[in-house]
């Protein structure tokens, strides 16, 4: 049974930072890409980052680029979203999502497992 536990949401002013876990448990995780979405009230879940289980690539979304940064820790299962510069129009839910593909996909529907979510508030 795959799960995918987020965690490190919070409370935060603009201009703070927040670092955000997934840990993974079920798969293999070092053969999945991992990618990070948010979803804010009223709103389509979208796509944050992603990390690919090949070389570590990455791939970011135009609103976060330069502000957040997505890694692995393969020898913990577990992928981090460092977020920097934080913004109130970053406050959503954020999940974390895994993805057999090797490509970097940024359609919510192309992932096969998810997390249950993070809240991260951003105050002005």
């Known amino acids: 049974q795959v799960q995918l536990v987020e965690s490190g949401g919070g409370l935060v002013q603009a201009g703070g930072s927040l670092r955000l876990s997934c840990a993974a448990s079920g798969l293999t995780f070092s053969q999945y890409t991992m990618g990070w979405f948010r979803q804010a009230p009223g709103k389509e879940r979208e796509f944050v980052a992603a990390?690919?289980?090949?070389?570590?690539?990455?791939r970011y979304a135009d609103p976060v680029k330069g502000r957040f940064a997505i890694s692995r820790d393969n020898a913990k299962n577990t992928v981090y979203l460092q977020m920097n510069s934080l913004k109130p129009e970053d406050t959503a839910v954020y999940y974390c999502?895994?993805?057999?593909?090797?490509?970097?996909?940024?359609?919510?529907?192309?992932?096969?497992?998810w997390g249950q979510g993070t809240q991260v508030t951003v105050s002005s």
């Open positions: 999502a895994a993805d057999r593909t090797i490509i970097l996909p940024i359609g919510a529907t192309q992932y096969d497992f």
């Open positions: 990390i690919s289980w090949v070389a570590g690539n990455t």
